[in-house]
């Protein structure tokens, strides 16, 4: 970490610690030796082959979940610099943010919230803190990664009250409606500005998303205008490189400034200030909020309702019921890494447990196997 932390950051002396009390590291800081244990955990290198919004196998230029994570944790980390935050605890939220999502991107998820209706449903957000906390299995002495509570706090976005009640501490903010800290703040901030860049440079490069849409966000427009008037015959790719660099820069410079100017009147004494704020400190201004809504909304409405992306989110859904349904269903599928549970809702969360770690490849290599032995061949 670089520089001093203001009041309002969390550090090593105002954090709520682990749930099972460990000597000091003695070379690395608290933060950074949570940081370490998500970059060694397994569910972080099965990221690689997993979905953001183009399947994995759709071609070697597009984000996965991998790449989305990297460029998060790169945004929330220079925006916790130029506010001293605490910028190991931010990278290690960011890098273990999405740990719980399934394959197959959004896709993935309503199909097994969808199979797990009955047995308490399943939600990414609140499964990559099960990833956390129970999941790894590496240590001798605990379940989990046994991370700070403020990396858990910071990776448990949202939460239905019902989850909230079950969760005790880290559940107690969503009952009371307080806010987590500025880097749990940040971290969620930073993901949104990192994937509207990366699918619009993504849906772009596909030709999913038509530039005369994009050119509908004033924003756009008048960087792309700008650009074009300095570098009259750029080519179609420099310019779109330079476009969404652009904007991307003024979205993080927004955020800086506006988020100063928010801890500035609100003036929280320590991070426990922070939590009891009737607002999130951590926003864009007023202006850049209308154009980040309207980024968003052209990615829904181009992108991620785009036919050639709903078939392909309609084939994953199909892979996913299919795993599940079988496994439940077919002794013979059962996966063999697995000890059946004998209560059914323990089996299905089993069952969830190991579909949500799946690659895209895997799944797909799973779901050929258990095609072969309902076919009998
Ligand atoms: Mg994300």
Redesign the pocket.
């Known amino acids: 970490m670089s520089g001093t932390l203001a009041p309002y950051a969390v550090s090593e002396l105002n954090s709520r610690g682990r749930l099972h009390p460990e000597a000091p590291p003695s070379w690395r800081s608290e933060f950074q030796r949570d940081r370490d244990r998500i970059i060694h955990s397994s569910a972080f290198r099965r990221l690689e082959y997993k979905t953001?919004v183009f399947v994995n196998h759709e071609g070697d230029m597009f984000r996965t979940?991998l790449t989305?994570?990297l460029e998060?944790a790169q945004i929330a980390r220079s925006v916790a610099r130029a506010l001293a935050l605490n910028e190991d605890l931010v990278e290690a939220v960011t890098l273990a943010?999405?740990l719980g999502?399934t394959p197959f991107g959004h896709a993935g998820q309503h199909a097994l919230n969808a199979c797990m209706r009955e047995f308490g449903g399943f939600e990414h957000n609140l499964h990559s803190l099960r990833v956390v906390d129970e999941l790894e299995q590496r240590y001798p002495e605990f379940y989990g990664l046994n991370l700070l509570f403020e990396t858990r706090e910071g990776i448990l976005k949202h939460c239905s009250r019902e989850h909230a009640a079950r969760l005790g501490a880290l559940g107690r903010r969503f009952l009371e409606r307080r806010q987590p800290s500025l880097e749990a703040q940040l971290a969620n901030v930073a993901?949104e500005i990192?994937?509207n860049h990366h699918d619009i440079d993504d849906g772009l490069r596909a030709s999913l998303i038509p530039m005369r849409t994009l050119r509908e966000v004033s924003l756009f427009q008048d960087i792309e205008d700008a650009t074009r008037r300095r570098w009259p015959r750029l080519d179609a790719k420099r310019l779109r490189y330079t476009v969404i660099r652009e904007m991307l820069n003024r979205f993080v410079q927004d955020l800086i400034e506006s988020s100063r100017a928010r801890i500035a009147a609100a003036a929280p004494p320590d991070v426990e200030a922070v939590r009891d704020a009737d607002m999130p400190l951590i926003d864009f201004s007023a202006a850049m909020r209308v154009q980040h809504l309207a980024l968003k909304r052209v990615l829904r409405v181009e992108l991620y309702e785009h036919a050639q992306v709903h078939d392909m989110a309609q084939r994953s859904q199909r892979i996913v019921r299919a795993l599940f349904e079988t496994f439940m269903n077919e002794p013979a599928a059962w996966p063999s890494q697995l000890v059946p549970a004998v209560d059914a809702t323990a089996r299905a969360q089993q069952i969830a447990d190991h579909v949500a770690g799946m690659t895209d490849r895997y799944a797909i290599a799973e779901y050929e196997r258990i095609r072969r032995i309902a076919t009998g061949s």
Do not use: G, N
């Open positions: 953001q979940r989305h994570t998060v943010h999405d999502h993901d990192a994937y």
